[in-house]
Structures are given as structure tokens and as C-alpha cells.
């Protein structure tokens, strides 16, 4: 015959009855509604109370024992299993965070699960790569972005570190012009190219059969001339049918009178169509050139 159970229950029923609402997995609900039941009085013994909570009788105990031990936190607290051991450990994990910060990247999951093996002499399957890559450290393979493999990247980085120098520079080149405008103003200007071109989608059929798609080969294309002060971010952009001198000309000419009582300092690229002396550039524009994608000889 089970004995009549001896535990100071220090919450209150009130409490017990709000903790009981605000329990979130079946377990807790099950612990908190054992002391319910006691503080209420509705059972005495561990027996009775297994039965009404449908746990055995060992579990229950060892749930009292925990209370006893730390009050009800302490009955509470869950411990998770520590599980099975990583095959790739954190050190890991980190170097390879730093491999993937490299703009240059691995081609696929196959290259990372070499790499871990010749570099750090840690074997694993295919699928565990593929899970940390992709679900834990969210990278993905993406379409790179195009890079001439003759442009110097030193070249990139001087520019980047004397750019500030640089505007000092043309400013004070331009000190005769300065009483003339209200402020100076830094841009960045870019082209690119729209028209129509069918986006290309996975088709789903039979094995071996070859799945067809309908293609839109119309070449038919605009250019998009555009400029961005990085500063307020403000913008500036215009439609037109080539990429050539001729328009870039009006693209200033309408960037000018949009913007009339500012002097411009514009960061460029080195096309041809910018650097040609048939270009003529108005009063309140200076036209700065970034380095170019490939040494000059």
C-alpha cells in the first residue's frame, strides 16, 4: 500500500492552476498538474496520483524528488541529450567559414568535402557536407560575377585608398568654377543592358524524354544609363537605344540641366565612349575615371 506523500508544496494553487496554462510541451504539463493535484488535496498517495497523471509510479517519484531537491525549476528543467559527437568539430566548422568568405568560393559540395579531407584530414560523406554548407551555414552555390583575369587587382585597391586624395585634387583643380555652384557632389554612373530574353525554367519529364522550350530570340534592346550620389542616394536615370558616345553626350546633357546649380564630380569606367575626345563635357560635371579592367600597354 502506497504511503500518503510528504512534500511542501511552496506555490500556491492560484499559481499552480496559471503555470499549468502557460506550459508549452505535454511534460510540463504533467509535472506542474501533479502538484496541482497535491496542493488541492485531491490525492494523498504516488500511487493514486500515477494513475490520475498516466505515468508510472517511479516517474513520479523521481519528479517529487526533483522538486524536493530545487522547487519547481528544478522539476522543470529539461536535459537534452548531448547526442553523438560532430564529425566535423567547430575548429572545423570556423576554417571553413573563412575558406567561404573567399569571393572566389569552391565550385561544389564535392570540392568542400575534399578540401576538409586534404586540408584538415576530416572524412565525411557527402550528405553531412552538403547539410552544413546549405542548411547550417546557409551558403549556396551562385552564379559568379564575370572578372577579367588580367585586371590587376592591386590597381583596384589604390584606387579605392586614394580615391579620397584624388577628389581633393580635382576639387582644387576646379577652384575657379566653385564660386559658381553651391555644392560639390560625388556620382557613381553605370550602364546596363535590357531586352528580351526568355527566362530559361526546369521542366519536369519522363526519363528520357528530353524536355522543350519555348525561347523568345527577339534581340530587340534598350540601354539604361544611370548615375547614384552615394552620399543621399539620390539617383538619376535615362533610356537609350545604344551604348555609344552619342548618347552618353545627351545622358550628361539632361544629367546637367537636371541638377544646374551643383558642380558634379562623376566616377566612370574606362569605355571607350567616355574617354573619347569627341566627348564634350559640360561645365558643372568632372568626369573621374575608375582603373581599368585590364592593364593597359
Known sequence: MSRVVKVNITESSVTLKTLLAQQKTASGFEKVQALYLLKTGQVETVQHLASLVGRDRTTVQRWLRLYRQGG???MLEVHKSPGRPQIIPEVAIERLKEELKDPEGSSSYGEVKTWLEADLGIK???DVVHNLVHSKLKAKLKVPRPRSQSQDPSAIETFKKNL?????IMISLAAKRLDKFDNIRFWCE???RLGLKTIEKRLLTLRGVKPKGTVQW???AYYLYGVVEPRTGDSFFYEFSH???ECFQEFLKLFAHQYPVDLHIIQVDNGSFHTTEKLIVHKNIILLFQPSPQPRT
Not at 164 to 168: D, M, S, T, Y
Request: glycine share 0%; charged share 30%.
Open 218 to 220: 527577339s534581340v530587340k
Open 243 to 245: 551604348l555609344d558616345t
Open 164 to 168: 579620397p586624395r584624388l577628389l581633393e
Open 124 to 126: 565525411a560523406n557527402y
Open 72 to 74: 519547481l525549476n528544478t
Open 190 to 192: 553605370e550602364e546596363t
